[in-house]
């Protein structure tokens, strides 16, 4: 989403805001292990999308610290299984992180970097606490959720909005206050431009602002904690060439922004990264149009490779399960008999 967010402002000239959910979803974590009720929490959130720190946490004005977060995790009967790795970053930096377990361990480069350390650190209980492959096996099993939901969609249509029911996703917020004035507070994904005094200013960052017929306005002046923004910076640089390459077609420069990933640079080799890369771009060609220049000589020297393949499938994947009705809707007598499960 950052990277998108920076192709679209500075190449699509754009006014873009990238909109996420981490910020709201972690807020309810906090407020459910200190038994705050609604509207007693207050906190800011800053950083970049999917690493945004709490850095300021309040139950009713008074403020929260780390300790007395660390305790309430540790205390939580769910939690404290399903966010081990996330609470380890908040024991170590002091402040909580927004993203969930498994999404935060794949931008650091100390949980993942060695098969048998994997597994101290995910919770198997849902894809999105760590398991290999997850989202990948969340995305394939409910592929078809469009063709199988959608009609209850429409149907669910014509029914009567409830504003009680409405959820604390960002966009409607957003344009009830630029029509109506009615001011809303909320953490926008937004070029930096000073904003957060200690990242880049080209940077795509996620912090606090305020929205109404000005449109939003950032808080200013924001500085992170050191190692906070240090980890955002290793991310920025990787999101910056990133979309450079992506723009230019230079598969170089993409090479690049792999080998300075945090967690690639924690397992992989230079001659791993690119012959990874080149497979990539060879295999996802016909999407790829920015690079089809690269793709024969990609070719050639994947003919010529030396770095030797794994054929596994992870310290902690689980088997993808279609879904039933998808199976019976193909006709597949195969699918059918194999392992599948309801929904």
Known sequence: M???????IEYGKVDTIGLCHGVQHGAEQIAEILGAKEGELDYICSGINHQTWFTDVRVKGRRI??????????????FSQQEKLRIDVLK?????????????SEYLPW???RPEEITRWIDM??????????????STETRNWFETEYPQFLEDANKPIDPARRSNEHASHILEALETGRVYRGHFNVKNNGVITNLPSDAIIESPGFVDRFGINMVAGITLP???????ISSINVQRMSVHAAISGDIDLLKLAVLHDPLVGAICTPEEVWQMVDEMVVAQAEWLPQYAHAVPAAKERLAKGTVKTHDWKGVARREVLLDRRTARRKGSNEAEGSQLTER
Do not use: Q
């Open 65 to 78: 610290g780390k300790d007395e977060l660390v305790a309430a995790f540790e205390a939580h009967p769910v």
């Open 92 to 104: 170590r930096f002091g402040v909580y992180s927004t993203e969930s377990n498994g999404h935060l």
């Open 226 to 232: 050191e190692a906070c923004a240090a980890t955002c």
């Open 2 to 8: 950052a990277m998108n967010t920076w192709a679209a």
């Open 125 to 138: 209980s849902d894809w999105i606490h760590g398991e290999t492959g997850g989202y990948l096996r969340h």
């Open 111 to 113: 949980y993942r970097k």
